[in-house]
Structures are given as structure tokens and as C-alpha cells.
């Protein structure tokens, strides 16, 4: 049930009282000397519509009041209650959970030498015990990439391994690294039979071998019984799908972690950044805008034009934020106070763009009462031109010039329908399909640090009140304009095709609108067709894939619903750009759904092979819970 006490957690952060903007620097981190300078005149003028105005979503929400601490430490109670499966009666998943608890003995049974494995081993499994290789050798297919070795076979299909001898053998097939050795088990099915019960697994391992870094992964099929005391046995194991991946001993590592050789001499990263989350709520008030969820983005970009990569990076409320600002000698230092960016609000997400057109780097940083855009003086030197208050509560920002005029237009990606959400909760109806989230905006860029609000002019109005977390711009149909695609939380995405500045939603006709957990979106000719193709990460759950194939829970909903509930949990998608406007989903047959928890995801070439490979954030709160995603 680690999915359960994940959700539990988010439950209870969501219960948490909301931000308000403040100016009250937290304890133990320099106060910020600059503040937003009040431009003249209106930043964001209304564009001319052909329709009347939508209606206010934000008019439209149901609302939960937040509860009291008494209360909430009463909903934690029996959210805690909740998560026990033989009180609730959840037979599928209380054996889910006795069996993972096998898994992982003999996962620690794995690690042991032969002999004192044995006598572990023996408790696992049942009379009649019988397996496969756990390193299939058959119809094996093995290519090297930039030196590592790479290994896919289908199933074992040679001789039956029986009993404890043979289950010993079995483990034998496998890389024996030296060091660093793991092993790790996701249960994602529960089917029950007559007598038995099997469950499909993800299985994956690794460490350091004579022959270098090794990492392998599998599907197995666990098929158990029960001993007297109810306490699940393996009678088999299959193997499908096996993958091994060999970097050479010698060969050096692809990346290293430099982040305390580029940031440790300053200040800001040893005393906010090393701190954790925790650590700052329990200093700051919570009214400051501190979020234990981390919805803090970044941006990279040149700020003062010495042909080196900066990062701005955005921080919860009472915590300055920083830009660090790359040296000659490959370090970092934080700018941020002199260069008047070290902003106070709960910042969400910002974007180094050049506005003007001038040949640097400007700033747009997005706090929960804004959208502040800030010029550049190619020195690092930032002032405020314009404040949008209709653009708080964003998750994203990006840019384009969508209607060739050859100013740099912005796209805000609003996740909370409004400011009121700050003192109540806005529940995505339903969770699958959600439409009551905040409302994208499309700012033209008009010059003279302007922007007028064209979102419904320009057809981007269309499916517009979702709770989208990214967007990205990309000329999928290659006509020489930038299309967007909006990957939203809590159900279906846009794809908005660019017809010379009016944008039409192909999103169904074009067969990707992913109704899923949109996290990312990122663009890539993957397969050298000459079209560029899309990949989305998603949530990949385990306990979600259990849970929604059981009868008990799809009983309560239509065919539809539920297909729709049950890909919620099947992770990340690769969609195939076939070049006549449509799109293939390849996410199984390439192997790219399992992206876990996923946040970003990036196409990249990292080994300068001339095809880009996918680099995937995952992850959740991170703390010391052993159930921590």
C-alpha cells in the first residue's frame, strides 16, 4: 500500500492552510532588498473576441472549507485506518501485502552467499516448487551503445528448475555484482484462482560485478499457495522480459554528481538549499506560502551574456530566490539580491526569455499573487516592466512567437482555478477527467513590455479550465508555425494546431489525448522519420494497477470510466508521429510506460549517437518513510 500512504500524505498537504504574499524573510536565510517596482498603465489588455465570454470557472467550484488541526489530525486518523486492507476488507490487496513481504525476503536471500541463502530460501516456497532461469539465455538479443552492453531476452523456456535446488540455480543465472548489490519488487496484480493466487511483478536489480556496472530488470509471474498458517509460498516463478545492462569496469560513468563542486562555496546553497522542506516549515509561517509539495520550477539562460548558462531558481514562500550564476572556473555564485530577482512570494515557475528583442535574457517569474516580467540590461541588472495578477497560481510558462510578428509571446499554464484556493481546496471532478482547474492564458506580446490576453481570440479558450502542469511548442505538422501541446493533470491533454495564429484542438482527431496525469511534455524525432514525435510523463502506480482490475472496484463504474481510471496508472506515453496528422501510441512495445512517479522528462542524445534517448524526474516527498516513492 506504499501508493495508499502516498496519497494519504498528498490528502493531508492539501488539508494544509493556503499561501498569502509576504515580504518576511524565513529564519536563517538573507532577506531579499528588492521588491516588484509598480509599472504604469495597464500590463495585460482584453483581446477581441467573436464570442460572449466564457464563464468564470473560478464562480463554478465546489469548495471544501479547510479543517480545523483537531480535524485534521481526525481525518488522518481514519485515513490511517483506511490503509489497513484486512479492515476494510481488501482480501486482494492484505495478500498483496503478505506477499510482498516474501518478495523481499527473498530479495535479502538473494544477496546471501549459497549456503546461508538456503536455509531463507527453504521458508519461501511450496512443495513441487518450480522455475525458470531468472536469466534467460534463449532467442537472446544483444547490441553495444557507446561501449555498454546491452542484453533483451523473451521467456525462460528450457529445463524446469525444481525445488530448493533448483530455485538456487535459478539465482545463480544472475549477475553476482560484488558491491552495491540490490534488489527490488513492485507487485502490480492480484488473481485470485482456484487455490491459488498469482501476481504479476516488476523486478529489478543491480550493483558492481568483475565486469563492470551491471543493471537487469524482468517481469515474473508469481504464482503462490498457502501454508498452514496462511502465510503465502512460491509453487512458481516465470520470467518474461529480461534486460541486462553492462557498463565496462573501466569505462567512466556517464554522469557525476558536481553539485557540490559547483555550488558549495556559496552561502545560499549550504544554508536554504541543503535544508529540507520539513526543516523550513517548522521555521517559517505557514501563512508565507511554505509548500511541502514542491511546486517550485526553475530556469536556465545566459543573464549576463558571457556565453554561460545561469539558474534561477524559484522557492516556497518566505525563502528568497536565487540565481546562481556560472564563473569562469566552472562554479556558481547567487546573484540574486543585486541583480533584484531575490523575490519573498511562493514562486511556481519563471522563464529566461528575451522579450525585446535587445539580445538578452529577460526574466518572468510566477508567484501565487503574479506574473512579474522583468527586463534585462544585459548585465544582470533586472526591472520590473509589468505585473499580471490574472496569471498567479501557474505551474508553467513557455514561449513562442506564435503569430510571426517576431515578439516573443508567453503561454501560462494556471493549475488552481484562483487565489481562493489558497484558504480552500478545489477537488479535481472527476479525478479522471477533471474540468474545473484554472484557466490558461495565451499573452501576445504587443512591445513596449505589453501584452494583451488573447487566449479566446487566437481558439486557445477550447478546453481550457484543466489543471495542466506543462505545455511545450513544437511545428508538428511542419507549416512553419509553432503548435502547442498542454499536458494537464487529472485527465486529458490539448494539442492545439497553429493555422497562421488561430489554434484549432486536434488532440482527438490526432489520437493523443493521453487522459492521464500529465506531468511534462517533450518533442523528439525518435525513430529518424523525419517527424517529430511526443512523450508525456505520466503516474505510474502499482497499487493503482492492482486495485482497478479487481472486480470489488470496477463493478462501480461504466466500461468507459473505468478504462479511463485504469489508464491513470499505467505511466508515461510515447506517442509516434506517422506524419499524415495522427499519432501512434508505441509507449509498450518501446518499453517507456514504467517512468514511475514521473515529474519531468527529457529527450536528450546523451551519448552523441545521433538518436536521443529519455532522461525521467520521478519521485514524491521525499523523507525517511521506507514507503517514500
Known amino acids: 500500500m506504499d501508493r495508499a500512504w502516498a496519497g494519504m500524505a498528498l490528502a493531508v498537504c492539501l488539508m494544509l492552510p493556503g499561501c498569502q504574499r509576504s515580504t518576511n524573510a524565513a529564519p536563517d536565510a538573507k532577506p531579499a532588498t528588492t521588491k516588484a517596482t509598480e509599472p504604469s498603465g495597464p500590463a495585460v489588455s482584453e483581446g477581441s473576441s467573436t464570442k460572449p465570454p466564457a464563464p468564470q470557472v473560478e464562480t463554478q467550484v465546489e469548495t471544501a472549507r479547510v479543517p480545523t488541526s483537531g480535524q485534521t489530525r481526525e481525518t488522518v486518523e481514519k485515513l490511517a485506518e483506511l490503509l489497513d486492507p484486512n479492515s476494510t476488507g481488501w482480501q486482494t490487496e492484505a495478500f498483496n501485502e503478505a506477499a510482498g513481504k516474501r518478495l523481499k525476503k527473498l530479495a535479502a536471500s538473494m544477496l546471501k552467499p549459497d549456503g546461508a541463502a538456503r536455509s531463507d530460501l527453504k521458508k519461501l516456497i511450496a512443495e513441487g516448487f518450480v522455475c525458470g532461469a531468472f536469466n534467460p539465455q534463449e532467442d537472446a538479443e544483444s547490441v553495444k551503445l557507446a561501449g555498454i552492453g546491452v542484453r533483451r531476452t523473451g521467456a525462460a ?36 484462482g482456484d487455490g491459488i493466487v498469482v501476481t504479476p511483478a516488476y523486478v529489478e536489480g543491480g550493483g558492481v560485478s568483475r565486469q563492470g556496472r551491471v543493471q537487469w530488470k524482468a517481469d515474473w509471474r508469481c504464482t503462490w499457495t498457502t501454508g498452514k498458517d496462511a502465510t503465502p509460498l512460491l509453487s512458481s516463478i516465470e520470467v518474461k522480459n529480461y534486460e541486462q545492462v553492462i557498463t565496462p569496469e573501466r569505462s567512466a560513468p556517464w554522469f557525476v554528481d558536481e553539485t557540490a563542486a559547483v555550488l558549495g562555496d556559496e552561502p545560499s546553497y549550504r544554508e536554504q538549499m541543503l535544508q529540507s522542506m520539513d526543516y523550513w516549515a517548522g521555521r517559517i509561517e505557514g501563512r508565507l506560502g511554505i509548500n511541502r509539495l514542491g511546486h517550485h520550477g526553475l530556469a ?46 511562493d514562486s511556481t515557475c519563471a522563464l529566461l526569455v528575451d522579450l525585446d ?39 508553467s510558462l513557455t514561449s513562442a512567437d506564435y503569430d510571426g510578428d517576431r ?30 482547474g484554472g484557466r490558461n492564458m495565451l499573452l501576445r506580446n504587443t512591445g513596449e513590455w505589453r501584452f494583451e490576453d488573447t487566449t479566446d481570440a487566437a481558439g486557445l479558450d477550447e478546453s481550457n479550465t484543466r489543471f495542466t502542469m506543462a505545455a511545450a511548442w513544437d511545428d508538428i505538422d511542419q507549416d512553419g508555425d509553432s ?20 489554434f484549432v484542438n486536434t488532440a482527438v482527431e490526432a489520437g493523443v489525448e493521453d487522459i492521464a496525469s500529465g506531468m511534462s511534455v517533450s518533442f523528439s524525432d525518435f525513430d529518424h522519420n523525419g517527424h517529430d514525435d511526443i ?45 499524415d496528422g495522427a499519432f501512434e501510441d508505441v509507449s509498450v512495445s518501446a518499453d517507456v510506460t514504467m517512468g514511475r512517479w514521473a515529474w519531468g522528462s527529457l529527450f536528450a542524445d546523451f551519448n552523441n549517437d545521433s538518436w536521443d534517448d529519455l532522461v525521467v524526474m520521478n519521485g514524491f516527498i521525499t523523507t525517511e518513510d521506507s514507503g517514500d516513492l
Open 157 to 192: 523456456i528450457g529445463t524446469p528448475l525444481e525445488g530448493l535446488d533448483g530455485l538456487l540455480k535459478a539465482i545463480q543465472t544472475l549477475p553476482t555484482p560484488t558491491a552495491d548489490f540490490h534488489v527490488k519488487f513492485k507487485i502490480v496484480g492480484v488473481q485470485p
Open 300 to 345: 536556465v539562460g545566459d543573464v549576463n551574456n558571457d556565453g554561460r548558462e545561469d539558474l534561477y531558481v524559484c522557492q516556497a514562500g518566505g525563502l528568497p530566490n536565487r540565481l546562481y550564476v556560472t564563473q569562469p572556473d566552472g562554479t556558481a555564485r547567487d546573484i540574486a539580491a543585486s541583480a533584484g530577482v531575490d523575490y519573498l512570494d
Open 357 to 395: 528583442n535587445d539580445g538578452d535574457q529577460d526574466l518572468v517569474v510566477v508567484s501565487v499573487s503574479a506574473a512579474v516580467v522583468l527586463s534585462n540590461d544585459g548585465r544582470a541588472k533586472f526591472t520590473a516592466q509589468a505585473i499580471i495578477p490574472e496569471c498567479r497560481n501557474a505551474f
Open 407 to 436: 515578439l516573443p509571446d508567453l503561454y501560462v499554464g494556471r493549475y488552481w482555478p484562483s487565489d481562493k484556493t489558497r484558504g480552500e481546496i478545489a477537488i479535481p471532478v472527476p479525478y479522471y477527467d477533471a474540468e474545473n
Open 483 to 502: 503548435d502547442l501541446y498542454v499536458a494537464n493533470d487529472f485527465g486529458r491533454n490539448c494539442l492545439y494546431r497553429n493555422d497562421g495564429g488561430r
Open 535 to 579: 512523450y508525456i510523463s505520466n503516474m505510474f502506480s502499482s497499487a493503482g494497477n492492482r486495485i482497478t482490475y479487481q472486480g470489488r472496484y470496477s463493478e462501480r463504474f461504466g466500461a468507459n470510466s473505468l478504462a479511463k481510471i485504469q489508464r491513470m496508472a499505467r505511466g508515461n506515453t510515447l506517442f509516434k508521429n506517422r506524419g
